[in-house]
């Protein structure tokens, strides 16, 4: 968990103020929504594991909620960079 926590809140952006990153790495207002809630639902299970163990936060009662958040934001994600991938072949193509 450690490292997914880094990723989230000191690598790609930071999960508690997402909006700074859009543009950067983040793309739309939905990612940054979703990567707030994400942060949001983390922090929760966070709060329920006072060792900071993995299974600690595998077993909170917010974990199921980080789970969904963390579904969506990837959906989101994909489809964006797949939006993109493929506006950039339109424009390299014609």
């Known amino acids: ?10 690598d790609f952006c930071d999960a ?11 793309r739309t207002d939905e990612e940054v ?17 006072p060792n900071d163990t993995d299974e600690q936060y595998l077993r909170a009662t917010a974990w199921p909620r980080v789970v969904a958040v963390a579904g969506r934001l990837a ?3 994909v489809s964006n960079d797949l939006s993109e991938l493929v506006a ?4 390299e193509s014609g």
């Open 1 to 10: 968990m450690d490292h997914i926590f880094h990723v989230l809140f000191d």
């Open 33 to 49: 929504d979703l990567m707030r809630q994400l942060g949001s639902a983390l922090n929760a299970a966070g709060s329920e594991a």
């Open 16 to 26: 508690d103020q997402p909006e700074r990153y859009l543009g950067i790495s983040l």
């Open 75 to 77: 959906q989101v994600m």
């Open 88 to 91: 950039l072949h339109r424009t």
